[in-house]
């Protein structure tokens, strides 16, 4: 059984197709195999490539997250700069009612002549339908070409300006569109800062927005400044031409249209020749705008602007300007239109006038350029005024504004002090030997004529007569030079003053008015005078705002004021000031000649008597604007000189 059963087996082995049949299942095994390794790397790629693909997604993701982020923050960080340039903007809405018109002053003289006149009724409102085209033009032409396309930016205008400066190293040129000149003009101030470019932008965007672009031109022409004080083109043209914009030629035009880029640098009053080129050149950019043929430009082209007006008679503009000045000061804001009653004298104007040029003419050669006069009666009423030579060139006010050094004319007040202390004018001053901290005065004067200086003492007039430095040094050191100042103070001068030894010879700055307005109070016989233009100020409807008081207290003793006055008059009889006497009038005043030659002065008043009540006052300073030094112009010459030609004239209005 056993050896059948093997045999059977190795019968079944050796069996050709047993082997078939066991080789099949094999295969099939090696198959299924196979199969499955290769299932199980199918399932490894595709994990892997899910893995791939989740693996370079996620930084995209990422990616895509972060930029909305910084999105998102950025706006809001946008947002807050954007407020913070704005929180204090102006409220347009409010502040348009400036945009329709300006609020005028009416300036009288004293006989109600009209004087000046600034704002709407210089120049009134006027719309596009009346100006001539060539207005419209010159102004497109020459400040912003693109305005009727551009949304309030013109961006062509801003980066070209922004390329030009870039190329040349520094601001050449500006791009401003016309509607962000109008938003400045209306709504900011001049100061150059980011913020308030910022805000310049925002506004233009409310003003495009608010208005149409012919409302935004007819703005911007009735406000731009145009120079000499003036805003619009209907105030320009009047100031410059003597008529309406309506009636401007195309050179006239292209003037106006000059001057927005540099007022006062292309003002015709200030320099026709330049103004010229600045109009010749609107010119040829109104050919570039295609707004006029070249040959047309050429045929209008001028070397020099003709303007009206431009006359000696100017000059009262110094005073014009300057109570025009002061109506804020004592009615608060103006919002209404006005008409200012003054103390200006014409006759009194055309008398400081007639003699400028020719004491100028003979200054000029020892280097003297300026001239600067003021004329008050006794109460400090200011009757005329010269800040300077000419108002056209330089609206600088030199008699109210500039302060210089004051020399022998501050004098007086250390002997008031000294007379109010209990000298008298013959009273003798010791000046033999005068030393105050190893400092000691000098005086030309002595240097000059021994026989008449080298004394131990002298009378409180001769000292004053001769302009003595060690006498005045001498008296504010007996009274005090505290005592000085607060004599000074009295006499309405407000400078800061320091109690140096040499206080009384006038060293400290103070301006030509007060120092004539302290004269005046012994003028007036010890009353005060307080430096006044403004008698009152009514509104358009007639209201009365404002009414000067007469301020008749007492500021020094009468007795005082006689000495001092009769001590001044020595000045002008035998002393320093012999070249200011008149004829019919008995006159007091005093000289003042500043270190090296810089400034020279004369103050001085005029009275029918020495007791008389009614007097004028005149002070008058020559010098330099850069304080160099003339050569030898003292006050007891050209000043001096002056003084008497003018008062010559107004003799007859003191008695």
């Keep these: 059984m056993a050896d059948s059963a093997y045999i059977y087996a190795m019968a079944n082995t050796q069996n050709p197709k047993n082997k078939k049949i066991k080789s099949k299942k094999a295969t099939k095994k090696v198959a299924a195999k196979k199969a499955a390794k290769s299932d199980a790397k199918d399932k490894f790629r595709s994990r892997e490539s899910s893995l791939v693909q989740t693996k370079t997604s996620r930084p995209l993701w990422k990616w895509l997250k972060w930029i909305l982020t910084f999105g998102i923050w950025g706006g809001v960080a946008f947002a807050g700069i954007l407020l913070w340039f704005a929180w204090d903007l102006p409220n347009p809405e409010t502040a348009t009612k400036a945009i329709t018109r300006n609020p005028s002053m009416t300036v009288l003289a004293a006989d109600g002549s009209v004087l000046a006149r600034q704002g709407g009724t210089h120049g009134r409102p006027i719309t596009l339908d009346e100006l001539p085209p060539s207005v419209i033009q010159a102004f497109i032409a020459t400040e912003d070409r693109r305005f009727y396309d551009h949304f309030g930016i013109d961006i062509f205008g801003l980066g070209r300006a922004i390329f030009v400066n870039l190329t040349s190293g520094g601001y050449r ?22 913020r308030r470019k910022v805000q310049e932008l925002l506004l233009a965007f409310w003003l495009e927005k608010s208005f149409s672009k012919d409302e935004i031109l007819t703005i911007y022409l009735n406000r731009v400044y145009l120079g000499s004080g003036v805003y619009g083109v209907d105030a320009a043209a009047r100031k410059y031409f003597g008529k309406s914009a309506s009636n401007l030629s195309l050179y006239e035009s292209a003037v106006l249209a000059g001057l927005p880029k540099a007022p006062s640098a292309y003002n015709p009053r200030a320099n026709a020749e330049r103004s010229a080129k600045r109009a010749n050149l609107v010119l040829d950019l109104m050919v570039n705008a295609e707004f006029l043929q070249q040959a047309t430009a050429d045929t209008h082209k001028r070397k020099k602007v003709k303007i009206v007006g431009a006359r000696a008679g100017q000059n009262n503009r110094y005073f014009a300007d300057w109570v025009m000045g002061r109506v804020s000061h004592l009615i608060g804001p103006i919002d209404d239109d006005l008409i200012i009653q003054t103390t200006f004298e014409p006759s009194h ?14 200054a000029v050669k020892a280097n003297a350029e300026q001239i600067a006069a003021v004329i008050m009666r006794e109460d400090g009423a200011v009757t005329a005024m010269l800040g300077g030579k000419n108002w056209s060139i330089s609206p600088f006010n030199r008699a109210v504004h500039a302060k210089r050094q004051t020399g022998s004319v501050f004098k007086p007040i250390a002997y008031l002090a000294g007379l109010e202390s209990g000298l008298e004018p013959d009273d003798q001053i010791d000046i033999s030997n005068i030393v105050i901290d190893g400092w000691s005065p000098r005086d030309q004067s002595l240097l000059n004529n021994p026989d008449n200086g080298y004394q131990e003492k002298v009378s409180l007039e001769n000292g004053l007569r001769l302009s003595l430095n060690k006498a005045a040094v001498a008296i504010a050191e007996k009274v005090g030079r505290g005592e000085v100042i607060q004599m000074a103070r009295r006499l309405g001068i407000t400078a800061p003053m320091q109690e140096h030894p040499s206080l009384p010879l006038g060293v400290q700055e103070i301006s030509l008015m007060e120092m004539t307005g302290a004269y005046a109070v012994i003028a007036n016989n010890g009353l005060a005078a307080i430096p006044h233009g403004i008698k009152e100020i009514r509104a358009g409807n007639g209201e009365v705002l404002f009414t000067h008081f007469e301020d008749d207290s007492e500021i020094l003793d009468e007795d005082i004021a006689e000495n001092m006055t009769e001590m001044l008059h020595s000045v002008v009889l035998d002393g320093t000031g012999k070249r200011a006497q008149l004829e019919k009038s008995y006159v007091s005043g005093k000289t003042g000649t500043t270190q090296l030659n810089k400034d020279a002065w004369f103050i001085g008043f005029a009275k029918d008597n020495l007791t008389a009540r009614k007097a004028l006052a005149m002070g008058v300073w020559i010098g330099n604007d850069k304080a160099t030094p003339m050569d030898n112009i003292s006050g007891g010459g050209y000043p001096a000189i002056y003084w008497q030609r003018v008062m010559s004239r107004l003799e007859d209005e003191i008695r």
């Design 349 to 362: 104007q055309r008398a400081l006038e007639s003699q400028i040029w020719k004491i100028l003419n003979q």
């Design 173 to 194: 040129q500006g791009g401003s569109s016309l509607t962000q000149q109008l938003a400045k003009n209306l709504f900011l101030t001049r100061e150059k800062t980011i």
